[in-house]
Nanobody, 121 residues
Framework: QVQLVESGGGLVQAGGSLRLSCAAS????????MGWYRQAPGKQRELVAT???????NYADSVKGRFTTSRNNARNTVYLQMNSLKPEDRAVYYC???????????????WGQGTQVTVSS
């Protein structure tokens, strides 16, 4: 069974920073693209950032220049460094990963449990 375990959410003042982490555990062949999504109250879940195993990144326009995603392939961990946080960044942040199963090599999509990020004005 593959699990994505997130950590790092919390309460921060506007302009502050937070760093989220997400580690994939279990038995699998490899982890391909990893990413972060968020869901604010009353809104649909939206893409925040993604990163491939080669390190190529993609960001939502709303976070470009403020958020940075990175990963440690040896630890199957992805990070989201969030700087210059705004009240509108308040949401539950979810980690996502495309995991290649062992031994089938079938690719499955997994989600973390979500971590709350609250930004006070």
């Amino acid at each position: 069974q593959v699990q994505l375990v997130e950590s790092g959410g919390g309460l921060v003042q506007a302009g502050g920073s937070l760093r989220l982490s997400c580690a994939a555990s279990g038995r699998f062949t490899s982890v391909k693209i990893m990413g972060w999504y968020r869901q604010a109250p009353g809104k649909q879940r939206e893409l925040v950032a993604t990163i491939t195993s080669a390190g190529s990144t993609n960001y939502a326009d709303s976070v470009k220049g403020r958020f940075t995603t990175s990963r440690n392939n040896a630890r199957n961990t992805v990070y989201l460094q969030m700087n210059s946080l705004k009240p509108e960044d308040r949401a539950v942040y979810y980690c996502n990963a495309a995991v290649v199963a062992w031994p089938s090599r079938v690719e499955y999509d997994y989600w973390g449990q979500g971590t709350q990020v609250t930004v006070s004005s």
